[in-house]
């Protein structure tokens, strides 16, 4: 069993940024892929970021590559996402999520999870 805690969503202005935490519960922890999801009214749940359960291997959607950067503290137990030159459009419930194994075919994909969070809401202004 895996819990999961997210933090660090806020309001910011468009342009701002904000690193998102997720402190995961467990002596297990190095041994999940981790991923990064949100949601926001009306949409489906959309894909964001993943790292390797070594933090070798990381993935992201083409919307926030180049802005976003997911990486993990074994130290800590938690697992973060750097939200940089944010958007309007990056306004959502922001979830993390775990999984056994890495695949990089199938990470974007929501119901491949086994434990998520709470989430966390981020809000963009313009």
């Known amino acids: 069993q895996v819990q999961l805690v997210e933090s660090g969503g806020g309001l910011v202005q468009a342009g701002g940024s904000l690193r998102l935490s997720c402190a995961a519960s467990?002596?297990?922890?190095?041994?999940?892929?981790m991923g990064w999801f949100r949601q926001s009214p009306g949409k489906e749940r959309e894909f964001v970021a993943a790292i390797s359960s070594g933090g070798v291997n990381s993935y992201y959607a083409d919307s926030v590559k180049g802005r976003f950067t997911i990486s993990r503290d074994y130290a800590k137990n938690t697992v973060y996402l750097q939200m940089n030159s944010l958007k309007p459009e990056d306004t959502a419930v922001y979830y993390c999520?775990?999984?056994?194994?890495?695949?990089?075919?199938?990470?974007?994909?929501?119901?491949?999870?086994?434990?998520w969070g709470q989430g966390t809401q981020v809000t963009v202004s313009s």
């Open positions: 999520a775990s999984r056994a194994l890495w695949s990089r075919a199938t990470m974007s994909r929501w119901n491949e999870y086994d434990y």
């Open positions: 467990g002596r297990t922890f190095s041994s999940y892929a």
